[in-house]
């Protein structure tokens, strides 16, 4: 068995020419005789895993159960956990808690847009309280009072 855990490397199957480039591309005749050698080395290792298989035979075959047993218990364990998912799915209470989460988002998203708002309210008022006390500066003949409160 240990002729099939062995590496094969094709250059070494090959006897003309200067092989140590790895980038050299072989030639047609190079390729017919690696292929042929290639053949030669199968029909060695045929026979040897044959009689490995028919050796461990028993082996294989409880193998290939527990593979089969294996498989079909994921089907039923992906059924059970189907059948569990839409039990606990469609339980009143989870519809009930659903409602009042999609209640909540609604009410955070809402209290943000208002918190925005009383932000924007904020600084149009600062701006406004600014601009009024630019206007009596004015008024009283200060403009360079006024500039320098515009400025800032």
Excluded at 39 to 49: F, G, T
Excluded at 115 to 130: C, F, G, H, T, Y
Aim: hydrophobic share 40%; glycine share 2%; aromatic share 4%.
């Amino acid at each position: 068995m240990d002729a099939l855990f062995d590496s094969i490397n094709a250059r070494d199957l090959l006897s003309a020419g200067d092989l140590t480039d790895q980038t050299c591309p072989l030639s047609a005749p190079d390729l017919r005789l690696l292929i042929t050698r290639l053949e030669s080395h199968s029909l060695r290792i045929k026979p040897k895993v044959q009689s490995y298989l028919s050796a461990h035979h028993g082996e294989f075959s409880s193998l290939f159960q527990l593979c089969s047993d294996a498989a079909s218990w994921t089907v039923e364990i992906d059924r059970k956990v189907s059948d569990l998912s839409s039990l606990l799915s469609d339980t009143p209470m989870d519809v009930e808690i659903r409602a009042i989460l999609e209640e909540l988002r609604r009410k955070l998203s809402e209290a943000k847009v208002k918190k925005e708002s009383l932000e924007l309210v904020n600084a149009i008022v600062q701006i406004s309280d600014r601009l009024k006390g630019v206007k009596e500066r004015v008024k009283l003949g200060r403009l360079l009072m006024a500039a320098e409160e515009l400025k800032c």
